[in-house]
């Protein structure tokens, strides 16, 4: 079991800039989550998976973005034109088909926008 | 919509004693699942401590247990002989249950808490 793995850890962009994270689930976890936190706040949903199938997208989801799960594996987060406002960290977390209350996370990737 | 409160930003303890951690949630639902998560600096939110909703027992995992009151929609998270790796922001976090259909696996998140520890 290595852990929710993410990818990049950090990441400075332009504002109007395209940028994608990765994110690897644990071995066999067929749900995968997104969530953004600020500074100072919880985390909030973005949006999961199940298996390659997304289920819901949060409000918090523009039309800037863009999540997939081709193949019911690995999933990337997309942000297009990126703005100020962007700036966070995004959360992946994934949780067990047989204890779906079990969601573990990785350790995020660090988008600053300038 | 449920929500989750942390009325404390930040909390302090003496290394060995005890701090308690306050949340309170509002739900409509019957059956859910209640977290507290530890976020330290290097920022990997760790599961702490899990408590189902139609359990009247409150969950204990060594160190740390909670006082959950359902009624009131409360769940403390208490941290008793505190220890310095303790520091970190602690969030309690709300989940429907399986049977919540497609909702289920959105945690809510409340604001954190800030705890540190003083040796």
């Known amino acids: ?114 | 919509a449920q929500t989750v409160t942390q009325s404390q930003p930040e909390m302090s303890v003496q290394e060995a004693e005890t701090v308690t951690l306050s949340c309170t949630y509002d739900t409509s639902e019957s059956d859910y699942y209640l977290f507290w998560y530890k976020q330290p600096p290097s920022r990997q939110m760790i599961l702490v401590i899990r408590q189902e909703a139609y359990k009247q027992q409150n969950a204990t995992e060594n160190r740390f247990s909670v006082n959950f009151q359902k009624a009131a929609k409360s769940f403390s998270l208490k941290i008793s002989d505190s220890q310095l790796g303790d520091a970190a922001m602690y969030f309690c976090a709300y989940i429907t249950s399986p049977a919540g259909g497609t909702s289920y696996g959105k945690l809510t998140f409340g604001q954190g808490t800030i705890l540190t520890v003083h040796p």
């Open chain 1, 1 to 114: 079991d290595t852990g929710v793995s993410q990818d990049p850890r950090h990441k400075i962009t332009k504002r109007g800039q395209n940028v994608t994270f990765r994110c690897d689930p644990i071995s066999e976890h067929n749900r995968l989550y997104w969530y953004r936190q600020t500074l100072g706040q919880g985390p909030e949903f973005l949006t999961y998976f199940q298996n390659e199938a997304q289920l819901e997208k949060s409000r918090l989801l523009s039309d800037r973005f863009s999540a997939e799960r081709p193949k019911g594996s690995f999933s990337t987060l997309e942000i297009q034109r990126t703005e100020q406002g962007d700036s966070a960290m995004y959360l992946c977390a994934s949780s067990p088909r047989d204890r779906r209350n079990t969601i573990y996370f990785g350790e995020g990737s660090w988008l600053t926008v300038v």
